[in-house]
């Protein structure tokens, strides 16, 4: 089966400190990707970050990296230097090359950066 | 930046009235994908639209649902008989391959409202 988990769906963080957040999966396909999408209030899908499960290195974007453990099927989301901008909801999708190019959604973080 | 184009941002419509919502993917992109999104839950697969058909659809896109590429711009995605739980945010989607390096990006979307 192919599964996609947020086990934090809330986050507090301090302005200016580092935040993680939490993604596993499940799949038995060896050729996938990893997206983490930001949604704020206003309900629009921002794309942050991607990794294919065959990138050797973990993926950065500015103040977004991702820490790709294949062998613990983890990709974890890091965010340096909160801003208050940051607080939103997060998701972590999985997509497969096989499957029509969909994307299998968590159920995300709401994350909360405080001033 | 190419940007996915939604329209209506927001629809009311009344119960077992026909709707259609309407995407503009970006031009250079070859696959197609509708999202939904229930408020306050995580976003679900629809469908993908590749090369004039549907490539991929979930368990959730029954016969109420239908999406066409009537001319070489839009993309339409189309809910007979609308039902009070169809009320959701839907998101369209275009990529120009199925990963990342093409460039997977989501409209603003439109708040569905059935009444």
């Known amino acids: 089966a192919q599964k996609i988990t947020q086990t934090q769906p809330g986050m507090f963080v301090q302005e200016k400190e580092a935040v993680t957040l939490d993604c596993t999966y499940d799949?038995?396909?060896?050729?996938?990707?990893l997206f983490w999408y930001k949604q704020p209030s206003s309900g629009e899908m921002i794309f942050l970050i991607y990794?294919?499960?065959?990138?050797?290195q973990n993926a950065t974007e500015g103040r977004y990296s991702l820490n790709f453990q294949k062998a613990r099927k983890s990709a974890n989301l890091v965010i340096s230097a909160s801003q208050l901008g940051d607080s939103a909801m997060y998701f972590c999708?999985?997509?497969?090359?096989?499957?029509?190019?969909?994307?299998?959604f968590g159920q995300g973080t709401e994350l909360s950066v405080k001033p | 930046e190419p940007e996915v184009t939604q329209t209506p941002s927001h629809q009311v419509t009344q119960m077992g009235q026909e709707v259609i919502l309407r995407c503009v993917p970006i031009?250079?992109?070859?696959?197609f994908y509708w999202y939904r999104q229930i408020l306050g839950q995580k976003v679900e697969f629809l469908v993908s639209?590749?090369?004039?058909?549907?490539?991929?659809k979930s368990e959730i896109f029954d016969d109420q649902f239908s999406v066409e590429r009537p001319d070489g711009s839009n993309f339409t995605l189309k809910i007979r008989s609308t039902k009070l739980e169809d009320s959701a945010m839907y998101f369209c989607?275009?990529?120009?391959?199925?990963?990342?390096?093409?460039?997977?990006?989501f409209g603003s979307g439109t708040r569905l409202t059935v009444v």
């Open positions: 989607a275009s990529s120009e391959g199925a990963g990342r390096v093409h460039g997977y990006t």
């Open positions: 799949t038995s396909d060896p050729s996938y990707g």
């Open positions: 990794q294919g499960s065959y990138d050797q």
């Open positions: 999708a999985m997509f497969f090359y096989n499957q029509g190019g969909k994307l299998i």
């Open positions: 031009s250079n992109h070859l696959y």
């Open positions: 639209f590749y090369n004039n058909e549907i490539s991929e």
